[in-house]
């Protein structure tokens, strides 16, 4: 599986470099994820661009993803840029599951924006 890291103080970004994202990507692809989630990564963007075919597995592996930062901080999708893979999300209704946003600039801007809240909030419970 080709993809690239980009890790930044307050979030990751995770760049799939494949065209495919199947039953051969998928398990590596989870274990990428739980890696992260193991070395404290609280913010997770998965960049698709690069992706112009997915199928149930690679469903699943994101969705894995989703689970791992549902606690844990945010978990963002961008580069759904294919018709495929953008239908796929229609399709399925992961659309209403996922955080998508459509660049990576507002992932990030995103990300960063909902650490601030998450600040904020944990500063007014502890006053």
């Given at each position: 599986m080709k993809f690239?890291?980009?890790?930044?103080?307050?979030?990751?970004l995770l760049k799939l470099e494949e065209e495919t994202l199947n039953s051969?990507?998928?398990?590596q692809l989870k274990s990428e994820?739980?890696?992260?989630?193991?070395?404290g990564v609280a913010n997770l963007i998965l960049d698709?661009?690069?992706?112009?075919f997915a199928d149930s597995s690679g469903l699943s592996a994101i969705l894995t993803a989703n689970r791992l930062w549902d606690a844990a901080g945010t978990f963002v999708l961008t580069g759904l840029v294919h018709d495929n893979v953008s239908k796929l999300m229609?399709?399925?209704?992961?659309?209403?599951?996922f955080t998508i946003i459509p660049t990576e600039a507002e992932a990030i801007d995103y990300v960063l924006l909902s650490e601030m809240e998450r600040e904020i909030g944990g500063e007014s419970e502890d006053a």
């Open positions: 690239r890291v980009e890790k930044a103080e307050r979030y990751t051969f990507i998928a398990p994820f739980v890696i992260l989630h193991n070395e698709l661009s690069e992706v112009s229609k399709i399925t209704r992961l659309d209403k599951v």
